[in-house]
Nanobody, 112 residues
């Protein structure tokens, strides 16, 4: 499987973005999809995941502001990001852990 992340951009603090992670095959074949982010000089951190059974969870830093969802018809996992903060600035990646597959990063920049 291949993953393609998109949707990043520049937004003001308090704004919203929606990231997409499109899979090259049926999203049902993936047991779980994670969203990670990485700030320059820091380790990549997982911020949200969704499983095939539609369970999900979030890092405390984004809980209540970000929402992960899946559109099976489009083989795409989304990350809706609301009330963005400057500290959310990072490169965002999607990842299928059971397939050890990363999507390319998409840059999110939040200006104050």
């Amino acid at each position: 499987v291949q993953l393609q992340a998109s949707g990043g951009g520049l937004v003001q603090a308090g704004g919203s973005l929606r990231l997409s992670c499109a899979a090259s095959e049926s999203i049902d074949s993936l047991d779980r999809v994670d969203w990670y982010r990485q700030v320059d000089g820091k380790e990549r951190e997982v911020i949200a995941f969704i499983t095939k059974r539609n369970t999900f969870d979030y890092a405390d830093s984004v809980k209540g502001r970000f929402t992960i969802s899946v559109d099976n018809a489009k083989n795409t996992v989304y990350l809706q990001m609301n009330r963005l903060k400057p500290e959310d600035t990072a490169v965002y990646y999607c990842y299928a852990p059971w397939q050890h597959t990363w999507g390319q990063g998409t840059q999110v920049t939040v200006s104050s």
